[in-house]
């Protein structure tokens, strides 16, 4: 029987990026396990990068009242 990994959620994601983060940063971290923790923390990085620029794609599109898609731009304040 084959076990299908669940998909994280984004906050999950960024939740076990903060950890391998917070391990990095309190040193004394063997140069192997380092390196581990680099290659999980670019993954669970691009799924967070993914699932923000999905929710953003979903975001430009907002159904109007009368069901007709229009575009939805983000101000960014200067």
């Known amino acids: ?10 906050e999950e994601a960024l939740e076990q ?9 309190e040193g004394e971290v063997p140069l192997e396990k380092a ?3 680099y290659a999980e923390g670019s993954k669970l990085s691009k799924i967070c990068h993914d699932k923000l620029v999905n929710a953003e794609k ?21």
């Open 58 to 78: 979903q975001m430009k599109e907002i159904l109007r009242e009368d069901n007709e898609r229009s575009s939805f731009e983000i101000q960014e304040e200067n």
């Open 35 to 37: 390196m581990e923790y």
């Open 1 to 10: 029987m084959s076990e299908e990994k669940k998909e994280l959620s984004f």
């Open 17 to 25: 990026l903060e950890t391998i983060v917070n391990k990095m940063e």
